[in-house]
């Protein structure tokens, strides 16, 4: 497959092994691959039926691999501090979240954006947002006690409490549908979503949750995602309220304000302590997950801010 040296060649260029910026188009044609790729993991049981196994191409392999590298070089750069035992992790964690809670993005959410503004930004984050009831749950394949007990209740949180109105994808499908009716306007150039930020933010808790041997990665970005959430979706609802946007529209968001601060502590107590009291080791890993984690978000959110924002 990669005789004439194009294979490599584009995958290079949208990973450079040294951590700086490749090339957007490469990137975001990997990551589209990336995406569909792991889209076929999740198709309905209804649909399955002509389906063959799910297995990994060369191409897909090099991508990972490739993206791997790129994201830890990245990390490595920064020549981050890591904590030594729990009690550290907990600390040092803390630290990483309030940094990584995009406080200027909250801002303009709350203050300054426009219906059109806050539309495309929650229609850039379905890529992640709408499944991840199924992220959830693959995070806690092969966990037990308090850990698997801890994801579980988030988990069932995820699933409305066993009602299906309140389930948070079916109250996401609803937001996405209302804000694609009403807040985007007619001949309004959706291409624009089209960004490898949008993917990578999606790809990255994919992949390392889909990977077994990435799993703590997985529970890194998890636990970061959930510790950052709650501040953004706050400032959305306060955005929405501002724009006389009624409720129903935003129950998701609204939902998750209190919800997700919930999540964020016991997981931290339920996951990254009682993992890492049981086997020190972890540290590196749930550690590189975080990190990694953050830097993806935060240059979608950079993104969103540069390119999504202020166009009416």
């Known amino acids: 497959m990669v005789d004439d040296g194009t294979i490599d060649s584009d995958i290079r260029q949208a990973f450079p092994a040294d951590g700086t910026a490749g090339d957007e188009q490469a990137k975001l044609t990997c990551m589209r691959e990336l995406h569909q790729h792991y889209m076929q993991f999740f198709t309905p049981p209804a649909l ?5 196994d799910w297995s990994d191409t ?14 830890e070089a990245r990390v490595t750069a920064s ?3 890591l904590p030594t035992n729990a009690e550290e992790f907990r600390d040092w964690f803390a630290e990483i979240a309030d940094v990584n809670e995009y406080h200027d993005i909250c801002d303009y959410l709350r203050n300054d954006a426009s219906l059109l503004d806050i539309a495309l930004m929650v229609l850039a984050e379905g890529k992640v947002e709408s499944y991840f009831d199924d992220l959830m749950a693959l995070a806690q394949v092969g966990a037990s006690g308090e850990t698997k007990m801890t994801i579980a209740r988030n988990y069932w949180d995820e699933m409305g409490n066993g009602k299906h109105p309140n389930m948070h994808t079916v109250m996401l499908d609803n937001t996405t549908q209302w804000m694609a009716e009403n807040a985007i306007p007619t001949g309004f150039d959706l291409g624009i979503l089209e ?3 949008a993917y990578a933010n999606a790809c990255g808790l994919l992949m ?11 529970l890194g970005g998890l636990g970061l995602l959930e510790q950052t959430a709650s501040a953004r979706f706050a400032a959305t609802v306060e955005g929405l309220k501002r724009l006389d946007v009624a409720r129903p529209v935003y129950r998701y968001q609204d939902t998750h304000v209190g919800v ?5 502590r016991e997981w931290v107590d339920g996951v ?9 080791d972890t540290i590196p890993e ?13 240059e979608f959110f950079a993104r969103v801010r540069q390119d999504l924002f202020g166009r009416g």
């Open 260 to 264: 997700d601060q919930d999540h964020s």
């Open 48 to 52: 399955t039926l002509t389906l063959g």
């Open 272 to 280: 990254f302590l009682t993992t890492i009291k049981e086997n020190p």
């Open 79 to 81: 020549n981050p501090q």
């Open 208 to 218: 390392y949750l889909l990977r077994r041997r990435y799993l703590l990665r997985g």
């Open 286 to 298: 749930l550690a590189m997950g975080v990190l990694i984690r953050g830097n993806v978000a935060a």
């Open 195 to 197: 960004i490898p930020e």
């Open 58 to 71: 060369p191409r897909i392999t090099a991508i990972e691999k490739a993206w791997n590298a790129y994201e």
